[in-house]
């Protein structure tokens, strides 16, 4: 079974362009997770979809950041314009609703981002 | 409010050797759940073991076990006869039953041969 997948994995801009990220979770998983982890840090949530409806996007900094997943499967990430506080690595995460709370996260390799 | 400590940054082993991971946590949740997962170079976070507020059972898995202790907030990682496949960097998490996930900031282990 293939995991979650996501691209670029590495992506160098100057500050002030624009720049998105893609990823496509596990087949059959409902719910979709975009996570940025900052150097020496762990992962802190972005915003989770529930198919395709944005259940919690109180951490996406909706001045800069969208997101969207369209039909409830693949999602894209996007930030415009950038900052040099946005480099880090954005991670996708999937899960299938039916197993609730409790269960786990797959994650994806990440997409690092560099902000010149 | 709810919070991950993993008050180790970096822990430096040679193979063979044992190695503990501390997680405490925090929560005024009477429902949660706690993970750890381990982040290899690579980059892709990979899923170790779940455990329920409910289930103070420790669980043995090969060279792996942990230790939840709710009395002291804690759910302890042990890795035993280190080897160096085990480096990475080891997160301990907390889940509420809405859902939101904290992550500590992360344990380096490094074995070295």
């Known amino acids: 079974e293939a995991g979650v997948v996501q691209s670029p994995r590495y992506k160098i801009i100057e500050k002030k362009q624009p720049v998105a990220f893609w990823c496509n979770p596990i087949?059959?998983?409902?719910?979709l997770y975009w996570y940025r982890q900052n150097l020496g840090q762990g992962p802190e949530l972005l915003i989770r979809?529930?198919?395709?409806?944005?259940?919690?996007d109180s951490q996406l900094p909706k001045d800069r950041f969208s997101a969207e997943r369209l039909k409830g499967v693949d999602s894209t990430l996007k930030i415009q314009p950038a900052e040099l506080g946005d480099s880090a690595v954005y991670l996708c995460?999937?899960?299938?609703?039916?197993?609730?709370?409790?269960?786990?996260?797959?994650f994806g390799e990440g997409s690092r981002l560099t902000v010149l | 409010a709810q919070k991950v400590t993993q008050a180790q940054t970096e822990i430096s082993v040679v193979e063979k050797e044992d190695v503990t991971l501390d997680c405490v946590y925090e929560?005024?949740?009477?429902?949660?759940?706690l993970f750890w997962y381990k982040q290899p170079p690579s980059g892709e976070l990979v899923f170790l073991i779940r455990?329920?507020?409910?289930?103070?059972q420790n669980e043995i898995s090969g060279r792996y076990s942990w230790n939840f202790q709710k009395s002291t907030s804690s759910f302890n990682f042990t890795i035993t006869a280190s080897q160096v496949v085990d480096s990475a960097v080891y997160f301990c998490?907390?889940?509420?039953?809405?859902?939101?996930?904290?992550f500590g900031a992360g344990t380096t282990v490094t074995v070295r041969a």
């Open positions: 995460a999937s899960s299938s609703y039916s197993t609730g709370a409790g269960g786990e996260l797959f």
């Open positions: 087949s059959g998983h409902n719910t």
């Open positions: 979809y529930e198919n395709e409806e944005a259940v919690d």
């Open positions: 929560t005024r949740d009477t429902t949660y759940y």
């Open positions: 455990r329920n507020s409910f289930d103070e």
């Open positions: 998490a907390l889940r509420r039953d809405d859902y939101k996930l904290s």
